[in-house]
T-cell receptor
């Protein structure tokens, strides 16, 4: 079974608008972490935001926020005020357990295109 | 945050040759390093997990004898693709986990093309 599901292969958004990238996950481990990474065409993986399973509040990092709905097992990324430089592939990932030394499982990704 | 480097950034080799890719943690000692492979338009697939001084743990379906991983120190892990074939052409990317950080830090990746 897929542990991380991203159902939007591609998304378009107008510059300066907000966009939500969907991510659902599946785990039976009560301790887990959820991550979003951005991968521009250069290939580097850029860490955006982290949400721990026990965190009470949704994580925010600048223009990025994570809409964490634990009961629904969703961890959607919201990008506010989109910029042309936000055009990239976005991956949702999950780590089961507390230790940072545990592996990440990635979703299939969403290609975001920001239109001028 | 931490910086992870990878060398080379790209390599072209002939079929049957071996290629070594280095992954270095530049400013912290990494508890664990990971190797991923990514085919075009696809997600990252974990190949193996590597800890300093011990044998790497390979994911199911990854050939240990073909993809040799050596983790000689807390700041260096190497991946050697032995007897490379065209189907091994891919983007190889490493990451490192550090104490005190939730996220993994990724290297810039190595694009391997086998002719």
């Amino acid at each position: 079974a897929q542990k991380i599901t991203q159902t939007q292969p591609g998304m378009f958004v107008q510059e300066k608008e907000a966009v939500t990238l969907d991510c659902t996950y599946d785990t039976s481990d009560p301790s887990y972490g959820l991550f979003w990474y951005k991968q521009p065409s250069s290939g580097e993986m850029i860490f955006l935001i982290y949400q721990g399973s026990y965190d009470q509040q949704n994580a925010t990092e600048g223009r990025y926020s994570l809409n964490f709905q634990k009961a629904r097992k969703s961890a959607n990324l919201v990008i506010s005020a989109s910029q042309l430089g936000d055009s990239a592939m976005y991956f949702c990932a999950m780590r089961e357990g507390i230790s940072s030394a545990r592996q990440l499982t990635f979703g299939s990704g969403t290609q975001l295109t920001v239109l001028p | 945050g931490a910086v992870v480097s990878q060398h080379p950034s790209w390599v072209i080799c002939k079929s049957g040759t071996s290629v070594k890719i280095e992954c270095r943690s530049l400013d912290f000692q990494a508890t664990t390093m990971f190797w991923y492979r990514q085919f075009p338009k696809q997600s990252l697939m974990l190949m193996a997990t590597s800890n300093e001084g011990s044998k790497a743990t390979y994911e199911q379906g990854v050939e240990k004898d073909k993809f040799l991983i050596n983790h000689a120190s807390l700041t260096l892990s190497t991946l050697t693709v032995t007897s490379a074939h065209p189907e091994d052409s891919s983007f190889y990317i490493c990451s490192a986990a550090f104490q005190g950080y939730n996220e993994q830090f990724f290297g810039p990746g190595t694009r391997l093309t086998v002719l």
